[in-house]
């Protein structure tokens, strides 16, 4: 089993959706959890961290749920810019992040 | 401020010969990984630095791939007798605060892609 999955979707949806998928970890060691986000050719950069508690960053709103051991990402009001694909990454007790293989979005004008 | 570097950024090489890979972290951060990425895939974990030394070779695919960092900056991947399965695009990142609990963004450099015909 992978230690993070994810829906590879692609998700197609029209500017302003709401948008949102899962992933899963399989460690419940598990401490810290991210989202990145990955342009086609580009580096994974920082999206936002995942607070036990949930959080939001503008449009963007990250929900953690350890004891089914998943993490949600949710886009509303989705922009053009919002196209990328999205890597959910867990960091593991020995000091390694994992990555998921990445949720693909697509927004459509 | 310079963020994480790679060169080349690109590689075209022959079966057989071998490559270095560089990566040139944020200054000043102590952590240092690779990863490959495939066409359509996630990022496959190489190889982790704590400073000069490297506590999680774990994800090495060979012995044919190899690293070092010296100085704790500077680090090289070196694949010898290059496969065609090796063609990816290797990724380095760099972490100024490693550790479980912490927060532990990695910087990503922007990749050297490597094709081996």
């Not at chain 1, 994974?44 to 995942?50: D, E, Q, R, T």
Request: overall charge neutral; hydrophobic content about 30%; charged content about 20%.
């Amino acid at each position: 089993r992978k230690e993070v999955e994810q829906d590879p979707g692609p998700f197609n949806v029209p500017e302003g959706a709401t948008v949102a998928f899962n992933c899963t970890y399989s460690n419940s060691a598990s401490q810290s959890f991210f989202w990145y986000r990955q342009d086609c050719r580009k580096e994974p950069k920082l999206l936002m961290s995942v607070y036990s508690s949930g959080n939001e960053d503008g449009r963007f709103t990250a929900q953690l749920n350890r004891a089914s051991q998943y993490i949600s990402l949710l886009i509303r009001d989705s922009k053009l810019s919002d196209s990328a694909t999205y890597l959910c990454v867990v960091n593991l007790p020995d000091y390694k992040l994992s990555f998921g293989a990445g949720t693909t979005v697509t927004v459509r004008a | 401020g310079a963020g994480v570097s790679q060169s080349p950024s690109n590689k075209v090489t022959e079966k057989g010969k071998d490559v270095e890979l560089r990566c040139d972290p944020i200054s000043g951060h102590t952590a240092l990984y690779w990863y490959r990425q495939s066409l359509g895939q996630g990022l496959e974990f190489l190889i982790y630095f704590q400073g000069n030394s490297a506590p999680d070779k774990s994800g090495l695919p060979s012995d044919r791939f190899s690293a070092e960092r010296t100085g704790g900056s500077v680090s090289t991947l070196t694949i010898q007798r290059t496969q065609q399965e090796d063609s990816a695009v290797y990724l380095c990142a760099s972490t100024l605060h490693p550790g479980t609990g912490n927060y532990n963004e990695q910087f990503f450099g922007p990749g050297t892609r490597l094709t081996v015909l």
